[in-house]
């Protein structure tokens, strides 16, 4: 069996983990036979258990999400999310400077899956700064009736280019990274009727801008 096989099966809507685990099982039988065959067999099952996993990456992170709706503060929402990210913040001995609104915003969301989206945003701005350096502001205001969130980091920035395409699935400019973070984190704030831009400066830093409408 080879890679392209895999694939097929795949895209065939099979139980493609379980098909290429009893090819695995097949395969250590034939091994005493063959070394060889089961060398290539193992190969082809983990990069096949890869594609399978990147393309459930590509589909969690486009596709159209069920929203359990219900109004919270979106102060609260922000420092759920620095908890979430509170190793990271630590190793990288990020400072974080806050200034919410006082008079607080409630704005209604889905509170497990927007607190991804900023838990995206915050690892990124994470992964841009240099160590022991990093100062993180995350400032929230009304505007209207909507609620405008701003997560600024004092990385490395953007290029236009990078500019350009951030949002696209698979786009990385990291040696580990999926390039799926941002794609999410749009689809996650798209699905809320909110709206999500960038600016950004090289080398100084970036800014991404989150609009959610509020609840009164
Ligand atoms: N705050 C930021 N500062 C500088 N570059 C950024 C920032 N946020 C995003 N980027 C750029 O946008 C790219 C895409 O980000 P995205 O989160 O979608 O993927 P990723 O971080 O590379 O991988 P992953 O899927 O693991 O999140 C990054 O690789 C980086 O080049
Ligand atoms: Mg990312």
Redesign the pocket.
Known sequence: MNLKNEIAIFLAGTDFNQRCLCTFRNSMSQCILNQRLQNQTWNCCLNSIRINQLVS?LLNATKVIELNIRPISINKILDDTLEMAADRLDLSQVKVEKNYATDVCHVAVDEEKIKIAFL??I???I???EKSKGILSLRTKKSGDSCIIEIE?N????DDD?LQ?????Y????P??????????QNIILSHRGNIT?K?TLRK??S?IVTLKMVD
């Open positions: 990456d995206n945003i690892v990124n701005a992964e841009a700064m980091d990385g490395n920035g953007m990078t395409k951030l949002f696209e699935p786009f990385t400019s990291k580990n990274g999926n390039g799926l973070g941002l794609t999410n984190c960038v950004s830093g970036t991404f």
